[in-house]
């Protein structure tokens, strides 16, 4: 026979039950983000950049743009503010600090753990569980995880000098590579053995931990991956990545990085060396908005995320904060500017504006139109800079 009870005493009962992880809607603190640096990817993510207190997998073929994009989450992460740092767990022993330095790093700032060893990884961001034999009590030693959510400092020796990091400002952690870690079945298996699927067993239950550390850290962990071929597929994408289904369930958004081909797509220097190029990062997944959306952009392997311009016009032509009346006009504000290159030179220099008002379309759905106010610097379209030449002309 079913007992009935008062609501105060059905919510007592819950809270006997759940205690501190009962939260309503309404408490939950909006998702704190920054930008990637690209306002197509901004806007492909469709909260305005990377979110702190989520797992990311970001994979890709070599030399796509991996470990470039995580380092540039690195460098903008410091920016925001002088005590912000970040950890690099550089699980392929790869860390370069001078490229680092080149994207804007500063590697005063950098925890860098240079490990591949699995069970290291996972225990140190999240710690381990320790019995005390005599009382029979379970206590925690806590991880790296927890100490960012006690905001601890550490002295952090960097060569010869000691660096006093506070963990409470780590924002970004990068993981490079998923690909990299070693399962404890491996690390202790014979030379030559086949093991199935040793760094899938392991990560399912590892990352059961990890994901809810991170969110309770509130730091924004990218996972960096490769993408191999699977032997025997006959159907269908014989692509893969490494971990198995488990990277794939437990992050919140996942990035699939590519190259795109072609001459127009590169950037060259005068000796027709190849300093970079055009990048498609595609949503395959994503719990903090639509899917499936995808972002095109320019990369410079050495000064980070370039063309910031050209986004911002065809962002703004999107949303219909830039008016194109024709092939070749753009209208900004009250201000018809005749040719895209002049288009391009007034949004660089008032890209913070505009790059605003994009933001506030994708966020909020709904249209900005910038006024007159935002506009006013523009000269008119009668001025000598805007008539077009006989060369534009053919």
């Not at 019995?131 to 006690?150: S, Y």
């Amino acid at each position: 026979m079913n007992k009935e009870i008062s609501e105060a005493e059905a919510w007592k009962h819950i809270n006997q039950m759940f205690g501190g992880d009962l939260r309503h809607p309404d408490e939950l603190e909006k998702v704190s983000t920054f930008t990637t640096r690209s306002p197509s990817l901004d806007r492909a993510l469709q909260v305005g950049g990377w979110a702190r207190g989520r797992v990311y997998q970001m994979a890709g073929k070599p030399s796509s743009g991996k470990t470039f994009m995580s380092l540039v989450a690195m460098a903008e992460w410091q920016s925001l503010d002088p005590e912000n740092c970040c950890a690099f767990i550089d699980a392929e022993f790869t860390y370069d600090p001078i490229w680092a330095a080149s994207l804007g790093v500063d590697n005063n700032r950098v925890m860098l753990i240079k490990t591949n060893d699995g069970e290291k990884i996972f225990t140190g961001l999240v710690g381990t569980p320790k019995k005390n034999k005599a009382t029979g009590k379970v206590t925690k030693i806590p991880g790296l995880l927890d100490m960012i959510r006690d905001g601890s400092r550490i002295a952090h020796k960097v060569g010869d000098k000691a660096v006093n990091l506070n963990l409470g400002k780590m924002g970004v952690i990068i993981l490079d590579s998923v690909a990299a870690v070693q399962s404890p079945a491996e690390a202790e298996s014979a030379v030559g053995k086949i093991n199935v699927s040793p760094l899938s067993r392991f990560l399912t239950v590892e990352l059961k931990s990890l994901t809810p550390a991170v969110a309770h850290a509130n730091v924004c962990f990218i996972a960096i991956n490769h993408v191999k071929t699977a032997i025997g597929v006959l159907y269908g994408n014989p692509e893969t990545t490494p971990g198995g289904a488990a990277w794939k369930h437990a992050c919140s958004v996942m990035l699939m990085v590519a190259p795109i081909s072609g001459s127009d797509n590169q950037l060259s220097d005068s000796n027709e060396e190849k300093f970079g190029h055009k990048i498609r990062i595609k949503v395959e997944k994503n719990k903090l908005g639509p899917p499936y959306k995808k972002a095109e952009f320019f990369i410079d392997f050495t000064s980070g995320v370039t063309k910031v311009e050209e986004q911002l016009l065809d962002l703004g032509c999107m949303y219909d904060v830039i008016q194109r009346p024709n092939s070749r006009s753009y209208i900004i504000g009250e201000k018809t500017l005749t040719s895209r290159a002049l288009a391009l030179d007034y949004v660089a220099e008032h890209k913070d504006k505009i790059e605003d008002a994009v933001r506030e379309c994708y966020l909020s759905g709904k249209q900005v139109t910038l006024s007159d106010e935002d506009t006013s610097e523009f000269p008119d379209s009668s001025d000598e800079l805007f008539v077009i030449s006989e060369d534009e002309d053919e």
